[in-house]
């Protein structure tokens, strides 16, 4: 039996789950505009809709749906409180630094308060304090320490002992007045008003390559388009140079929708900064009150056993919160940098009017918004007060993310149980092999299409996953995550001849 089976809640994320469905058409023809925005999350739709209000031609082209993809499986706090971030900002940059922080993550997180008011979005909106909890007391100096810092940045800091959790604890940094949504319906929403206010967007739309010319040129599976400016809003780059890939390194995690039979059982949005650590909010789906618990993050590809981790969190959470079953479960990805704060920007002077967005180190909401609008004031030519902090040009490691090989390794596909992936040598080749229920196989090239990493199998998923760059691909080799634009091709499997002994 498929180790999926012992996994607890529906497979797919609250969020998505129970968010209306949109039917953008996808692009089917050559066409020209301003600006070319490559994803639909929350970088690309809030540069898009603050260029169309400043009456600049965008088209978005979103590769599967709006809304669906990393933002829309986010933990979606909209909070400047990234667990103990500002400490580190200081001590790693200086106080100006920090405070360059806090003030693009206030702003990104006004912003989508203001456009929810704005165009009426139904996205669950809720006011929470947001607090970083620890259950050591050996670790209530750091807290204190942040407290001291968050002050000195405005912000309304203060430490809680305990932290108001149903277990024991030592204590919280608490931010109030924060706020938790849907963001997949904020999503939905925001596109409708890009629409509205002249901007076009195409979903199922993969983008294949960017060509610099005269004018950039995006070309997908079934048309092109000219442009003045592309911004690629894709989690990790699918496109222009700086070698990102190796620059970020991709951060796995996991996630639990819980029922739960007081919506008030745990009251805030909670982030652990022990190891391992387990991040807390409450939400609802259409049956009702939740608890949203996630889980530590790991490196996405480099995990053997995802289905473990999820049985892991599933005991956790039931023995320290008051919920009863797991109503729905799912995996998300992110990538982080390694001075903590994203890359967003122009890449390169020679890449003039090509902007990338990632590294968000899971704090993607406010820090998404905000660069969002840096793009935008960038595009336009206009001076912004983050640039600097975000400047994808700084200096760094070489080679932050060095990678890793396939942990689904196997000698003969018969070790393969059904209903599971492994992958298989065939002579200089990797194969990447599926057996269904009824023990049919499916095989696939192994090698990423992006750089020719050996996928991993994700047996919660049921995916390939690439253990150096993040690319997922499905049962079928269909990207799912980015950067590969390419699927990984079929493969056939060439029977062995039985050696002939003696007679």
Known sequence: MNVIADIPGTADCCWTATTPGTSYPPLRRQARTDVVIIGAGIVGLTAAYALCRANVSVTVLEALRVGRQV????????????SLIYRHLRDAFDLDTARAYAEANRTGARQIRAWIR????????????????????SLLADIEAEVDIAKQLGFEADVVRPAPLPFATAGALRFPGEAQFNPAKYLVGLAAAIKEAGGHIFEN????????????RVITERGRID??????????????????????RPRGHIAMAFRVDSPTAVQGMFIGIDHPTHSIRTGRDDEGPLLIVLGPAFVTGQE???????????EWTK??????????RWFNEDYDTPDRVPYVGEPKKASKGLYIATGFNGWGISNGAAAGLVISDQIQGRSNPWIKLYDPRRRGPKKYNKGDDTH?????????????????????ANLAVYRTANGRVRALSASCTHAGCTVTWNNADLTWDCP?????????????????????????????????GRG
Not at 227 to 248: C, F, K, M, W
Not at 320 to 327: C, F, G, I, M, Y
Not at 408 to 428: D, F, H, Y
């Open 205 to 216: 739309t993969r983008v294949h390559d960017v060509k610099p010319g005269r004018r950039w």
């Open 71 to 82: 933002t829309g499986r986010s933990s979606a706090k909209i909070t400047s409180q990234h």
């Open 118 to 137: 704005e165009f009426g979005i139904a996205c669950d909106l809720e006011d929470k304090d947001a607090y970083a909890y620890t259950c050591k007391e």
């Open 227 to 248: 442009a003045e400016s592309v911004v690629v809003a894709t989690n990790l780059p699918v496109a222009g140079p700086g070698h990102y890939d190796i620059r970020t």
């Open 468 to 500: 150096c760059h993040g690319s997922i691909f499905s049962i079928t080799g269909k990207v799912i995550h980015g950067p590969a634009t390419e699927p990984l091709p079929s493969r056939r499997i060439a029977k062995t001849k039985p050696k002939r």
């Open 319 to 328: 023995k320290n919160l008051p919920v009863r079953q797991a109503a729905w």
């Open 408 to 428: 689904s390794l196997v000698n003969r596909i018969a070790e393969i149980p059904l209903g599971e992936g492994g992958v298989i040598k065939r002579g200089k």
């Open 304 to 314: 053997g056993d995802v289905a473990a981790r999820f049985r892991q969190l599933d």
